[in-house]
């Protein structure tokens, strides 16, 4: 039985998160359109970009949007056209919504790049909600034995980690700089670790700092701080511009800094000699491909990682958003509903 009216948050307006710009509503179950599946939700990760849609950093598209672009859940009904994922499969619902797939970007393998993409969760509605729908051909399917909050991280913060990784241009057995240590990045130094790659955390979180040393970092210290090596790559997954030349001096020559974010604050000017002579070379990470999506979970089936949760219940998603914002999430923080 699927009910008339569900649970929700929705952003009504975008401000500082003690403005409490992310508000409980009950709003009608949304129905399936051409092509797309109605999935009932069983856990939804939480997300940065979810934190600067709500204090405006991220321009929003639509008025009241439900954020959340890592939810896990059941196929409970189908729209017209769809029904290749049968009712009661599991399948992820991930931030690349949609993409023309006739344009030059799509055409070429790059369907991050196309200018008509859309996004869970801010294009459409998300996954803080007990249901969201989802175009067929943009579900992930996922296996139905693994608990479900340990899954929704994968879907973006593991997706985004690995495409920023495959920027970054690690060489094998390569130096690794990761700067910032939440949800993207303890994903992100599993898989770099497991390839043979030697694994330096900056970070000013302490917390932080011990889980990437749990996890096989090979040293961790405060993000201003130097590595005690030159990086062959590094990726920063902290959305602070000032932390960009430091990454960029901490590079060994002809090293790639990848930033993974969608957004970020502005970087201080850069001294040519210094931060990018001897071809160094700066980088950004823009969504993903459906490939990237599915290498990665074929990947993290492969080698599953070891994925560090806070669990909160759908009703307590604002507490989990100002927990985000104020860094008292180790790992990745999970919106998490009844199965059933």
Same mark, same amino acid.
């Given at each position: 039985?699927?009910?008339?009216?569900?649970?929700?948050?929705?952003?009504?307006?975008?401000?500082?998160?003690?403005?409490?710009?992310? !508000?409980?509503?009950?709003?009608?179950?949304?129905?399936?359109?051409?092509?797309?599946?109605?999935?009932?939700?069983?856990?939804?990760?939480?997300?940065?970009?979810?934190?600067?849609?709500?204090?405006?950093?991220?321009?929003?598209?639509?008025?009241?949007?439900?954020?959340? &672009?890592?939810?896990?859940?059941?196929?409970?009904?189908?729209?017209?056209?769809?029904?290749?994922?049968?009712?009661?499969? !599991?399948?992820?619902?991930?931030? @690349? !919504?949609?993409?023309?797939?006739?344009?030059?970007?799509?055409?070429?393998?790059?369907?991050?790049?196309?200018?008509?993409?859309?996004?869970?969760?801010?294009?459409?509605?998300?996954?803080?909600?007990?249901?969201?729908?989802?175009?067929?051909?943009?579900?992930?399917?996922?296996?139905?034995?693994?608990?479900? %909050?340990?899954?929704?991280?994968? @879907?973006? #913060?593991?997706?985004?980690?690995?495409?920023?990784?495959?920027?970054?241009?690690?060489?094998?057995?390569?130096?690794?700089?990761?700067?910032?240590?939440?949800?993207?990045?303890?994903?992100?130094?599993?898989? #770099?670790?497991?390839?043979?790659?030697?694994? &330096?955390?900056?970070?000013?979180?302490?917390?932080?700092?011990? @889980?990437?040393? +749990?996890?096989?970092?090979?040293?961790?210290? +405060?993000?201003?701080?130097?590595?005690? %090596?030159? @990086?062959?790559?590094?990726?920063?997954?902290?959305?602070?511009?000032?932390?960009?030349?430091?990454?960029?001096?901490?590079?060994? !020559?002809?090293?790639?800094?990848?930033?993974?974010?969608?957004?970020?604050?502005?970087?201080?000017?850069?001294?040519?000699?210094?931060?990018?002579?001897?071809?160094?070379?700066?980088?950004?990470?823009?969504?993903?491909?459906?490939?990237?999506?599915?290498?990665?979970?074929?990947?993290?089936?492969?080698?599953?990682?070891?994925?560090?949760?806070?669990?909160?219940?759908?009703?307590?998603?604002?507490?989990?958003?100002?927990?985000?914002?104020? +860094?008292?999430?180790?790992?990745?923080?999970?919106?998490?509903?009844?199965?059933?």
């Amino acid at each position: 039985m699927i009910p008339t009216e569900m649970d929700a948050w929705v952003v009504t307006r975008p401000g500082p998160i003690a403005s409490r710009p992310l !508000r409980p509503v009950r709003v009608p179950v949304p129905s399936p359109g051409p092509g797309e599946v109605l999935v009932r939700v069983e856990a939804c990760a939480v997300c940065r970009t979810d934190l600067h849609l709500a204090e405006g950093d991220l321009r929003p598209r639509r008025p009241r949007t439900t954020p959340g &672009h890592e939810a896990v859940g059941r196929v409970v009904a189908a729209g017209p056209g769809a029904g290749r994922l049968a009712p009661g499969t !599991r399948v992820g619902a991930a931030w @690349l !919504r949609s993409t023309c797939g006739h344009c030059r970007y799509c055409l070429r393998g790059a369907e991050n790049l196309c200018p008509d993409s859309t996004y869970t969760g801010w294009d459409a509605d998300g996954g803080y909600a007990e249901y969201l729908t989802v175009p067929e051909d943009f579900a992930y399917p996922l296996p139905g034995d693994t608990p479900a %909050e340990k899954l929704a991280p994968l @879907l973006c #913060a593991g997706i985004i980690g690995y495409r920023a990784l495959l920027r970054g241009d690690l060489p094998p057995g390569g130096r690794l700089g990761i700067y910032g240590f939440g949800a993207s990045a303890h994903l992100t130094a599993q898989i #770099a670790i497991a390839q043979g790659a030697t694994v &330096h955390v900056l970070t000013r979180s302490a917390r932080a700092r011990e @889980l990437a040393l +749990d996890l096989g970092a090979a040293s961790a210290g +405060d993000a201003a701080d130097a590595p005690p %090596e030159p @990086l062959d790559s590094a990726i920063l997954f902290a959305p602070v511009g000032e932390l960009v030349p430091v990454a960029l001096a901490a590079l060994d !020559r002809g090293g790639t800094l990848a930033v993974a974010g969608i957004h970020l604050s502005d970087i201080p000017a850069l001294t040519y000699q210094r931060h990018l002579f001897q071809e160094r070379t700066l980088r950004s990470v823009t969504a993903n491909t459906r490939a990237d999506g599915h290498a990665y979970l074929e990947l993290a089936a492969l080698h599953p990682p070891r994925v560090t949760t806070v669990p909160y219940p759908l009703a307590e998603a604002d507490r989990a958003l100002a927990d985000l914002a104020a +860094d008292r999430v180790e790992g990745a923080a999970v919106l998490t509903l009844p199965s059933s």
